[in-house]
C-alpha cells in the first residue's frame, strides 16, 4: 500500500497489530503515538476506524517502572572494642600506632617495638632517642654523625 499524501501513515499489519495491542492492554493514545512514533491524533484517527475507540479497554493500568526499595532500617553494629595495648616493650608491629616508639627489642626475628610515646621530632620515646645517639659525642649528636672508628684501634 502506497501513500499518497507526504506524511501520511503507513499502517502495516504489524503496526495495527501493535496499535491495538496496546490500546486494549490501557495503554493511553499519547503513550501510543510515543511508543510508534507517530501523532496522538494520528493514533485516534486509526482506533476511530477500526472501531477500537468505543470498546472497553483492559482497566490494569500500565504500572510505570518500580524503583527499588530503599532499606532503611537496618542497624549499623557498634566497632569492635578497641584491642588492649601490650605492655611497653612488647608491641607487635600490628600493634603499633603513628605515635609509638619504634625502638626494636630482642636479637631476632620477630622483633618487638617499645610502644610508648614517640619523644618530639623522633621515631622513638625519649629513652631511645637517647640510646639511638652516640656516647661519645655530645648529647643530641645522631649516630650518623660520629667518625667511623678502624677495626683494633
Ligand atoms: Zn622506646
Redesign the pocket.
Known sequence: MRAQNPGEILWSEALVARLSELWMSGTTSGEIGRRLGISRSAVMGKLKRLGLLGRERSQVPIKPPQMPRLVTDFVIPPPPPPRPRPP??SFDIMDLLYSD???PEGNYAPYK????R?APNSS??????RRSMSASQPRGTPFYLTPLRSVGA
Not at 622513638?124 to 632517642?129: F, I, P, R, S, V
Open positions: 611497653i616493650g616508639c619504634r625502638w617495638f617499645c610502644g610508648d614517640q622513638y620515646c625519649e629513652t631511645h632517642t
